[in-house]
């Protein structure tokens, strides 16, 4: 069975701090995939990464930065300079041709 | 990334009623959507997967004759919820997938907010 766990139910930073958000997984499959989604209060899922089991090299995307490490099961997700914008609830999931399992969510916010 | 809409954003109806919720891929055709429910501050759960010319394949626990889904065309899968009562308020949301076999990623619509009076 597949399983996504992120232990962080909420997070508060100051705006202008790092914050990383934590995400570990669990499948039998060897080969998968693993997604982070933003969803902000609107309520719209927005798509931020997909990794692929064999990539374990870490990305950058402007302020946002995907490290995953197969050895521990973790795909981790860092903003750096946090912004109030940032404020929403952070999706980790995992799937390959099935529907995606998603983790319970952590609650970020970043007060000015 | 590809654009899935949902409509209404948001209804209200009286306990009893049958609501339904249409889910569009805008820009690409999804031969397989998805409808997940979330409850405020939960995760997503998966109700069922909607796949383009057969039947709905329904999670444990959620019963196929209240919530009938009917995906008749590559771009449309709706979801009717019949006979609505208050603990089906909830927000419900779709999700197309795009890619072809082990490339996929999923794209999910705005969301519908349905309460039941």
């Known amino acids: 069975a597949q399983k996504v766990t992120q232990a962080q139910t909420e997070i508060s930073v100051v705006e202008k701090e790092d914050v990383t958000l934590d995400c570990v997984y669990e499948?039998?499959?060897?080969?998968?995939?693993l997604f982070w989604y933003k969803q902000p209060p609107s309520g719209e899922l927005v798509f931020l990464i997909r990794?692929?089991?064999?990539?374990?090299q870490n990305e950058i995307s402007g302020r946002y930065s995907w490290n995953f490490q197969k050895s521990t099961s973790s795909f981790n997700f860092t903003i750096t300079a946090s912004q109030v914008v940032d404020s929403a609830v952070y999706f980790c999931a995992l799937g390959r041709n099935t529907p995606l399992v998603f983790g319970k969510g952590t609650r970020l916010s970043v007060i000015a | 990334g590809a654009v899935v809409s949902q409509h209404p954003s948001r209804v209200i109806c009286k306990s009893g009623t049958s609501v339904k919720i249409e889910c569009r891929s805008l820009d690409f055709q999804a031969t397989t959507m998805f409808w997940y429910r979330q409850f405020p501050k939960q995760s997503l759960m998966l109700m069922a997967t909607?796949?383009?010319?057969?039947?709905?394949?329904?999670e444990q626990g959620v019963e196929k004759d209240k919530f009938l889904i009917n995906h008749a065309s590559l771009t449309l899968s709706t979801l009717t919820v019949t006979s609505a009562h208050p603990e089906d308020s909830s927000f419900y949301i779709c999700?197309?997938?795009?890619?072809?076999?082990?490339?996929?990623?999923?794209?999910f619509g705005p969301g519908t907010r349905l309460t039941v009076l």
């Open positions: 990794r692929n089991s064999f990539d374990e």
């Open positions: 999700s197309a997938r795009v890619g072809h076999l082990d490339m996929y990623t999923q794209y």
């Open positions: 499948t039998r499959d060897t080969t998968y995939y």
């Open positions: 909607s796949n383009e010319g057969s039947k709905a394949t329904y």
